[in-house]
């Protein structure tokens, strides 16, 4: 049983950084990407921003420059280093690991709050 579970989220100050943990318990095979999204009040839920397995990495329009998805394969965990934050960014964060063709394990997701 493959579980996700996201940390490091919490009150920070415009301008401000935060580091969010994703670890993964259980073995899953050819996983394809490793994902972040987050979801404000009132609206759906997006994506911030993707890892593959080999590294390569995308980023929403909105956070490109000031945050950093990264992972460490031994530990079964994925970073992501957001820097520079703005109100905009609060919400609700979640992890998700992508396994084709359509598989999707997400996390319970983390409260991260920007205040201006």
């Known amino acids: 049983q493959v579980q996700l579970v996201e940390s490091g989220g919490g009150l920070v100050q415009a301008g401000g950084s935060l580091r969010l943990s994703c670890v993964r318990s259980?073995?899953?095979?050819?996983?394809?990407?490793m994902n972040w999204y987050r979801q404000a009040p009132g609206k759906q839920r997006e994506l911030v921003a993707t890892?593959?397995?080999?590294?390569?990495?995308t980023y929403a329009d909105s956070v490109k420059g000031r945050f950093t998805i990264s992972g460490d394969n031994a530990k079964r965990t994925v970073f992501l280093q957001m820097d520079a934050l703005k109100p905009e960014d609060t919400g609700v964060y979640y992890c998700?690991?992508?396994?084709?063709?359509?598989?999707?394990?997400w996390g319970q997701g983390t409260q991260v709050t920007v205040s201006s």
């Open positions: 998700k690991l992508h396994r084709p063709p359509r598989l999707d394990y």
């Open positions: 259980g073995t899953i095979f050819n996983i394809d990407t």
């Open positions: 890892i593959t397995l080999a590294g390569t990495t």
